[in-house]
Structures are given as C-alpha cells and as structure tokens.
C-alpha cells in the first residue's frame, strides 16, 4: 500500500515535470525564457489563471479548448504530462525511492524534451542537450559514470569523424555525441552499446518509410537508453549469450 501510494505521488511529480517540459519544449527553439513570462494562450496572448495549468486536469477540465478565446489547445500538452508520469513511475519501481531517483528522472526528461523538440523541429538545442548530461551525472559512483560518459561521446566523436572523412560530408551531429554521453553515464559497459544497436534497429523502419525527408535519430537513442535501463539485467544476459551462446 505504501509503495502504490509513493507510486500516485511520484506520477504527480512526474506530470508537473510535464508541465514544465511543455513550456521548454515551446520556447527554448524559439530561444525564449523559460521562466518570463507567466504562461499564456498561444491563440489570444491572455495569461492564464493558476488553475488554468494544472496538469492533465486543467486541460480535460477545459474540454481542450481556452478559457478564454475557446481556441483549442493542442493534445501535446496532456499526453506530454502523462508520458512523463509514467517515465517517473517506471525509474521508480526500477530503483526504488534512492536519492538520485530525482536526477535521474530529471536526466530523462530532458530527453524526453529532446526527443519531441527533434521530431517538430529537426534540431536539439544544446541547453536541454547539457542538462541531460549533466543530471546523469548525478549517480552513486560519479567516477565511473564520468569516465563512461567521455568513453562513450569520445568513441562516437572519433566513429562520427571517421564516416565524415570517407564520406566526404558531416555523417554525425554534434548532439548525438552529448547523448551517446548521457547513456554512457546513465548505462554503463556494456549496456551502452546495447542501446546504440537496439536505436539503430528501432530507427531502422521509420528511416526507411520516411527516406527523403530524413529521421532525427535522437528520439530513438532515447527511448532505447530507456528500454536498456529498465531492463539492464536483461539486456546483459542477453548479450552474454549472443556472445557465448
């Protein structure tokens, strides 16, 4: 019973992280302050009440349409809050109430914010990029987590450089050398190169259906960073026995 409560109030947690994502992921591209001013309608410019931004609740109450110019408000807000809620309550169940569940939660927001800021505007700006990295590397052996954060964005650095030279044109962005460090820190070897092969995988189909216009690969070294840190015990069985058998 108590772990099902703790479970209720870090979802509620979780989606007032939510929240405040959407506020990053709307003005940070557009290189606004996250912070002034007050939230307002994107339709009519009007500021909101405080009980216009309730999580989840605002939006459902409001029947998805402004207070005030009855404009409708896009879905991303509420499904954003949501999914958010849920990554806050899976890292939960995984690592229990530990303290550096916050940073770690808050490293995969960022990310979740990456991910939907690269999939609306091809781009991934490098203050969320940073801050991912930097709350990864909040862990109980700092040591480690940073010597596998630089492991891991130097190696694909030197991978990135190598393809552009044979390439003869840019074949990796520098973002995806501050995310390959944040699953460096966040996973570890060898799940790390887990992730990296379960991103291409997951990248594979979409990349193929949508070959002209071009995927951003970031969402899909995110989302497997988090299938292979859920599921870190797995992941390793399941490369010792591709390896050994």
């Given at each position: 019973?108590?772990?099902?409560?703790?479970?209720?109030?870090?979802?509620?947690?979780?989606?007032m992280i939510g929240s405040f994502l959407n506020v990053v992921i709307y003005r940070i591209p557009k290189n606004e302050?996250?912070?002034?001013?007050?939230?307002?309608?994107?339709?009519?410019?009007?500021?909101?009440?405080?009980?216009?931004?309730?999580?989840?609740?605002?939006?459902?109450?409001?029947?998805?349409k402004c207070a005030f110019c009855h404009e409708p408000i896009a879905k991303q807000y509420p499904i954003v809050e949501f999914i958010t809620g849920i990554i806050f309550?899976?890292?939960?169940?995984?690592?229990?109430?530990v303290w550096y569940l916050p940073f770690v939660a808050a490293s995969f927001a960022a990310l979740f914010a990456l991910?939907?800021?690269?999939?609306?505007?091809?781009?991934?700006?490098?203050?969320?990029?940073?801050?991912?990295?930097?709350?990864?590397?909040?862990q109980p052996d700092f040591l480690h987590a940073a010597m596998y954060a630089a492991i891991a964005a130097g190696g694909l650095y030197l991978i990135g450089l190598l393809s552009s030279?044979?390439?003869?044109?840019?074949?990796?962005?520098?973002a995806?050398?501050?995310?390959?460090?944040?699953?460096?820190a966040l996973l570890g070897f060898p799940n790390f190169f887990i992730a990296i092969f379960l991103s291409a995988?997951?990248?594979?189909?979409?990349?193929?259906?949508?070959?002209?216009?071009?995927?951003?690969?970031?969402?899909?070294?995110?989302?497997a960073t988090f299938?292979?840190?859920?599921?870190?015990?797995?992941?390793?069985?399941?490369?010792?026995?591709?390896?050994?058998?």
């Open positions: 019973m108590i772990e099902i409560t703790l479970g209720v109030l870090v979802f509620i947690f979780g989606i302050s996250i912070a002034f001013p007050a939230s307002k309608c994107q339709s009519c410019q009007t500021p909101l009440k405080w009980y216009h931004n309730i999580p989840i609740f605002s939006w459902v109450f409001l029947g998805g309550v899976a890292l939960f169940y995984k690592t229990g109430l991910v939907i800021i690269d999939f609306k505007y091809m781009a991934v700006p490098d203050s969320v990029n940073f801050a991912a990295l930097a709350f990864a590397l909040v030279l044979l390439a003869r044109k840019q074949a990796m962005g520098g995806d050398v501050i995310v390959a460090g944040t699953m460096g995988i997951l990248a594979m189909i979409p990349a193929m259906i949508w070959r002209d216009k071009g995927v951003p690969f970031v969402p899909f070294l995110a989302l299938i292979v840190y859920l599921y870190d015990i797995q992941a390793t069985q399941l490369l010792k026995v591709l390896i050994y058998g």
